[in-house]
């Protein structure tokens, strides 16, 4: 990769650089980190993606820590990126990734601050829990929140709010307010069992459960199966889009495959704008 190639480019190989130097590793037997053994479609398209990366052998890391690595770099590819689009999305933006697991960090944002009474109101009534569940509170892997605008900020390119107007804006800075909530990101090494039907329920109560604007909800994934990317990605009304971590790579490792039901399944998601690349997902985070 030289220097004269796009950011974007630069970022999106440094991205599965560090990926190579982490999770995507193969194993002595040939499988890579993200395929299901016992699944030889999956296993070839990942050796495909794997080989097309310049993937190391290495050894296959824990489920638990692999999560949190892939939370960890997608969350620095989106920071890295993100915020080099002033230009095209105004605002101070933070990404982090969820490291601490709370189930209250949903409220800490704008368009969920009021799940803190209700969390409240369930504590002290038995049965008022009981009829609420504990779904409500989400803890998304990684955040993008946008900060609140001074008024002076606001007034900087002419007087356009004063004490008296506009009072109730959750953008306006004001005591007691909080950030808003700009993107939730769901990150799935891999689609296994009900991973992605997780993915709906949470995306369904982060849009049911909000006060105001709906943040952007989507999943990164590096799940080399179209199948078990077409059980999360298909449909509309929860999940905004699905990115692959690879999904050049994902499609040409598709097209060797010579499997025709893999490649229409794929080519559907892809036409139909459920399935991305992940240099897509800061542009789409800008709209």
Request: hydrophobic content about 40%; some cysteine; proline content about 5%.
């Amino acid at each position: 990769m030289t220097n004269d190639a796009p950011f974007i480019q630069r970022a999106r190989s440094e991205f599965h650089a560090s990926l190579l130097k982490t999770l995507l590793t193969i194993s002595d037997s040939g499988v890579p980190s993200n395929a299901d053994k016992d699944n030889k479609t999956s296993v070839r398209i990942a050796q495909g993606i794997a080989e097309r990366l310049k993937a190391e052998t290495g050894q296959r890391g824990a489920a638990q820590t692999s999560g949190n690595q892939f939370e960890d770099l997608v969350a620095r590819f989106v920071e890295a990126t993100f915020v080099r689009l002033p230009h095209l999305r105004p605002g101070r933006w933070t990404v982090r990734q969820v490291t601490n697991r709370n189930k209250g960090e949903i409220a800490k944002y704008a368009q969920y601050a009021h799940l803190v009474a209700l969390k409240d109101a369930a504590a002290n009534n038995p049965e008022l829990a009981a009829a609420l569940g504990n779904d409500y509170m989400i803890t998304p892997d990684v955040i993008v929140t946008r900060d609140l605008e001074s008024d002076e900020a606001i007034n900087l390119p002419e007087f356009l709010v004063d004490a008296v107007v506009a009072r109730r804006s959750d953008l306006r800075a004001a005591p007691n307010k909080r950030p808003l909530l700009h993107a939730s990101i769901s990150t799935k090494w891999t689609l296994r069992s009900d991973r992605a039907q997780n993915a709906r329920s949470e995306a369904l109560n982060l849009i049911r459960n909000r006060k105001g604007r709906q943040p952007h909800i989507v999943v990164v994934t590096g799940e080399p199966t179209p199948s078990r990317l077409s059980s999360l990605a298909l449909g509309t009304g929860d999940i905004d889009c699905v990115y692959h971590f690879a999904l050049d790579e994902l499609e040409a490792s598709v097209g060797a495959l010579g499997n025709s039901e893999a490649e229409d399944i794929l080519a559907i998601m892809v036409n139909g704008k459920r399935l991305k690349d992940i240099a897509d997902l800061p542009f789409d985070l800008a709209v």
